[in-house]
């Protein structure tokens, strides 16, 4: 499972990249924006992503939006860690087709539930197709 | 509409607000009444708000502390701003630094082979647990520093406001504004090497 990290505080990166690692992860890459993650993610060589919202350039719901509209991309499983924890904003990544979404500051506990929902989940649907 | 006909118009309002009160129209004599009493009341609080605004950008042009804050003070308030967030920044990947190195250490003691005692094994693991929520307490490093980059975003904001006033409100008269950071000896002094040049070079 190889994960990108995107987030535009480097101590947030290294605190996720830490607890994925915890979990079992090992092949972790980072990105700083939306304009630097995509053309990573182009390249079709990442599982799973996990992203902040809040960064200057692209942030993370239009990465979420381009990852959805992108034909190889769409059904990439994408975790939401974020400080932005106004109704309308969950609404508006749940709609985006998130997989997930963590509130800052959280406990490795939560990391750990979500991932192991989204990855239920994933697992759930492709049982059934 | 001139000062007579203004006047005439008045006059012609209270000669009517009379001849309603003797023919016993109250409600027509009330309205012609709030009429009056209303224009009045606006004239003179469009006299007061004129007199506030002139007296507002005659203090803007007089006061050189508008012109101070917005050349000086705000900005090196927004310096100082962006320090700290560097400075926590860089505290706060020290002690990811330290917690990456502890955790393989507390691991291996958690997984140590049977020979040693169990309180070793215990311990590895509570010094695990300990190490990862130090490791989660970084993330207030992100939670603040949003918080501080957005502070020093609005505070551009009014700095560049303010010094469009200053500028409309015309020049100050008096002194240039003293830039702290020019004057001689207000430069910041970066770390304790260029402290201990600065002591050497004066004889200590």
Same mark, same amino acid.
């Given at each position: 499972?190889?994960?990108?990290?995107?987030?535009?505080?480097?101590?947030?990166?290294?605190?996720? *990249?830490?607890?994925?690692? &915890?979990?079992?992860?090992?092949?972790?890459?980072?990105?700083?924006?939306?304009?630097?993650?995509?053309?990573?993610?182009?390249?079709?060589?990442?599982?799973?992503?996990?992203?902040?919202?809040?960064?200057?350039? /692209?942030?993370?719901?239009?990465?979420? *939006?381009?990852?959805?509209a992108h034909p190889q991309l769409k059904t990439l499983p994408v975790l939401m860690v974020t400080a932005e924890a106004k109704r309308e904003q969950i609404v508006e990544a749940?709609?985006?087709?998130?997989?997930?979404? @963590?509130?800052?500051?959280?406990?490795?506990?939560?990391?750990?539930? *979500?991932? %192991?929902?989204?990855?239920?989940? @994933?697992?759930?649907?492709?049982?059934?197709? | 509409?001139?000062?007579?006909?203004?006047?005439?118009?008045?006059?012609?309002r209270a000669r009517a607000l009379v001849a309603s009160l003797e023919a016993g129209r109250d409600a027509e004599a009330d309205a012609l009444a709030l009429e009056l009493a209303g224009a009045d009341q606006l004239g003179?609080?469009?006299?007061?708000?004129?007199? &506030?605004?002139?007296?507002?950008? &005659?203090?803007?042009?007089?006061?050189?502390?508008?012109?101070?804050?917005?050349?000086?003070? @705000?900005?090196?308030?927004?310096?100082?701003?962006?320090?700290?967030?560097?400075?926590?920044?860089?505290?706060?990947?020290?002690?990811?630094?330290?917690? &990456?190195?502890?955790?393989?250490?507390?691991?291996?003691?958690?997984?140590?082979?049977?020979?040693?005692?169990?309180?070793?094994?215990? %311990?590895?693991?509570?010094?695990?647990?300990?190490?990862? =929520?130090?490791? /989660?307490?970084?993330?207030?490093? %992100?939670?603040?520093?949003?918080?501080?980059?957005?502070? @020093? =975003?609005?505070?551009?904001?009014?700095?560049?406001?303010?010094?469009?006033?200053?500028?409309?409100?015309?020049?100050?008269?008096?002194?240039?504004?003293?830039?702290?950071?020019?004057?001689?000896?207000?430069?910041?002094?970066?770390?304790?090497?260029?402290?201990?040049?600065?002591?050497?070079?004066?004889?200590?």
């Amino acid at each position: 499972m190889r994960i990108l990290v995107v987030d535009d505080f480097s101590t947030m990166r290294r605190i996720i *990249k830490n607890l994925l690692r &915890e979990v079992g992860f090992q092949h972790i890459q980072e990105a700083d924006d939306g304009n630097t993650a995509w053309p990573m993610l182009q390249t079709g060589e990442f599982d799973f992503l996990v992203t902040d919202w809040n960064m200057p350039g /692209m942030p993370g719901i239009d990465l979420l *939006k381009h990852v959805r509209a992108h034909p190889q991309l769409k059904t990439l499983p994408v975790l939401m860690v974020t400080a932005e924890a106004k109704r309308e904003q969950i609404v508006e990544a749940a709609q985006a087709g998130v997989n997930g979404y @963590i509130v800052k500051p959280f406990t490795a506990e939560t990391l750990r539930e *979500k991932l %192991d929902r989204i990855f239920a989940r @994933i697992g759930a649907t492709e049982a059934a197709s | 509409m001139n000062a007579v006909a203004r006047r005439k118009e008045r006059l012609d309002r209270a000669r009517a607000l009379v001849a309603s009160l003797e023919a016993g129209r109250d409600a027509e004599a009330d309205a012609l009444a709030l009429e009056l009493a209303g224009a009045d009341q606006l004239g003179v609080e469009l006299g007061r708000m004129t007199r &506030e605004l002139h007296d507002a950008l &005659e203090s803007l042009r007089v006061d050189p502390r508008i012109s101070e804050l917005a050349s000086n003070d @705000i900005p090196d308030a927004r310096e100082k701003l962006g320090w700290v967030l560097a400075l926590t920044e860089q505290a706060a990947h020290s002690v990811i630094n330290a917690v &990456e190195q502890g955790l393989p250490v507390a691991s291996r003691l958690a997984a140590a082979d049977g020979d040693c005692p169990p309180a070793v094994r215990e %311990d590895g693991q509570r010094l695990h647990e300990l190490l990862s =929520e130090i490791l /989660m307490a970084q993330s207030f490093q %992100d939670l603040t520093g949003q918080a501080i980059r957005r502070v @020093i =975003e609005v505070s551009g904001e009014l700095e560049r406001r303010l010094a469009e006033l200053v500028q409309r409100a015309g020049p100050r008269p008096g002194a240039a504004p003293k830039n702290d950071a020019q004057r001689p000896g207000a430069e910041r002094i970066q770390g304790q090497d260029e402290v201990d040049a600065l002591l050497s070079g004066l004889g200590f």
